[in-house]
């Protein structure tokens, strides 16, 4: 786990001296002005997987730069292990399971289909648009299809958005997988492009060009890239040069997915760049984060590197579809022109849904309940006034019932129907009661003497245990998902 000394050592950064005692903080008035918003959304980039965040392996000197100028969040989480519950979670703030996603399947089911956020969900860029903004969605979406398409959800320019996670190939035109006809990245606003240009470098230009294009009016942009998501596919010099800097040692030992993690690293730096030549640099909030923790599998779609793990968490367990550590911990970086100070660690403990509120806050919107409803994210601004501050104590909840069509019988536990709960120093996890056998167990760990959540003490504490199985259920009634799935999917094999 990369504490504050050594992140400021790998961003090569200093900081004042920390105030010892505890701040209550109080959420700053909203801001008068229109600052423009850059948000930055990875896709299955791990909480260890930028250099300035502890990794010897891949090379981010551009995310590494916006980390020194801003403020990173040490402790942030990921509304889901998987990216489309988590997406719909970010532009709603809202947990997933309120709005009825607790799978890659229908609303409110675990049966086969993909999901879609119901158009009558306010998603942020439905405010800032009713506030004067321009509002632009660039790269992947993957919460919904047709008629739940970014333009249907409030955004006014959209390019290279699918309704599928991830594409067949990052070298245009981009050609679907076998088992994967849908990954296609077959639409209209993808033309004339040149045959084997990197799908990081396309949506980064126009990201590029929307940004110039834009500079004399309020604006939010979402580069939300489909890298480093597999497939594997980056340029043969990159990978040739991660290849030799690979130690037998080493946690993170693929060639082909640090390559990629550069391409998208080079990405960012042409969106960061953009900013700067556009001259609006002091008026533009920059927010960086990944929508799950990395993927520690081996994958058929990474090529010739399937026989790898794709990436490590560690010290962080497991990682991608779990809710240990290495499934939710994400990085977060927030750059906020004469607000943050440069290069400091924030340690409080937040989530991606917070950002809802935050990006409200920042560009003085006033929350509106007729309109935002329930919103379950906390206004962090506060933090980024002062990052040593705290936040009021509250719980995390996570909550998986995989789809019907990928529960089978030796589906590994942890990827499995598995919900949560993170209070304090404390983490109960749940492995419910299946179809197929599994007796319900609980694990339980102290995040804070055990970040690899190595040591299970749940037999040791049936208080405690007890205390935070009960909040648990309380969290899933308040939010109208299932305590126990097993009825769920008794209705899903009948209709099936």
């Not at 400091?344 to 991606?352: A, L, S």
Request: aromatic residues 10%; negative net charge; charged residues 25%.
């Amino acid at each position: 786990m990369i504490n504050r000394r050594d992140f400021l050592k790998c961003a090569g950064v200093a900081t004042a001296a920390m105030s010892l005692s505890c701040v209550s903080l109080q959420t700053p008035p909203v801001s008068k002005n229109k600052p423009n918003i850059v948000f930055i959304l990875a896709d299955d980039l791990g909480c260890h997987d930028l250099s300035c965040c502890g990794s010897e392996l891949y090379q981010t000197p551009n995310i590494d730069r916006l980390a020194m100028e801003g403020v990173y969040f040490s402790n942030a989480h990921a509304p889901f292990p998987t990216c489309a519950p988590s997406r719909m979670s970010i532009v709603t703030g809202k947990y997933p399971a309120r709005l009825g996603c607790w799978s890659h399947g229908v609303l409110g089911g675990v049966d086969a289909g993909e999901l879609a956020l119901p158009t009558e969900e306010i998603t942020y860029a439905e405010r800032f648009r009713e506030a004067g903004y321009r509002t632009a969605h660039i790269g992947k979406w993957h919460c919904g299809g047709e008629g739940h398409m970014p333009q249907d959800q409030g955004y006014d320019y959209v390019y290279g958005a699918n309704d599928f996670c991830c594409i067949g190939s990052y070298y245009y035109p981009f050609s679907a997988l076998e088992r994967h006809p849908q990954a296609k990245l077959n639409l209209d606003d993808l033309t004339e492009l040149q045959k084997g240009m990197h799908l990081t470098q396309i949506l980064s230009e126009k990201a590029a060009e929307f940004i110039m294009e834009n500079k004399d009016r309020p604006f939010i942009l979402d580069y939300w890239d489909y890298a480093p998501h597999h497939p594997l596919e980056a340029d043969s010099d990159k990978v040739e040069k991660y290849t030799k800097q690979i130690k037998p040692e080493g946690h993170q030992r693929n060639p082909g997915y640090a390559a990629l993690v550069e391409h998208y690293d080079e990405a960012v730096g042409r969106v960061l760049k953009a900013i700067e030549d556009a001259g609006i640099a002091d008026n533009t909030i920059v927010i960086f984060t990944s929508d799950n923790g990395g993927a520690t599998y081996c994958s058929k779609d990474t090529g010739k590197y399937n026989h790898l793990p794709i990436t490590s968490n560690y010290p962080l367990r497991d990682g991608k579809h779990s809710q240990y550590y290495g499934g939710t911990r994400v990085p977060m970086l927030v750059k906020w022109p004469g607000i943050t100070k440069t290069g400091v660690v924030c340690d409080e403990r937040i989530i991606g849904f917070d950002l809802y509120p935050t990006m409200l806050n920042m560009a003085g919107i006033q929350y509106d309940h007729s309109k935002d409803g329930t919103i379950d994210g906390c206004d962090i601004t506060a933090l980024l006034h002062n990052s040593q501050g705290k936040l009021e104590p509250r719980a995390f909840h996570w909550l998986r019932y995989p789809r019907i069509d990928r529960y089978h019988t030796d589906v590994l536990k942890s990827k499995g129907p598995c919900g949560s709960i993170l209070k304090g120093d404390w983490k109960l996890i749940e492995f419910p009661a299946t179809l197929y056998g599994q007796e319900q167990s609980f694990e339980l760990y102290n995040v804070k003497d055990d970040i690899s959540e190595a040591y299970d003490l749940a037999d040791r504490m049936p208080q405690k245990v007890q205390g935070l199985k009960e909040e648990m259920y309380r969290w899933r009634k308040n939010v109208g998902a299932p305590v126990d799935s097993r009825d769920m999917y008794r209705k899903a094999i009948k209709h099936r």
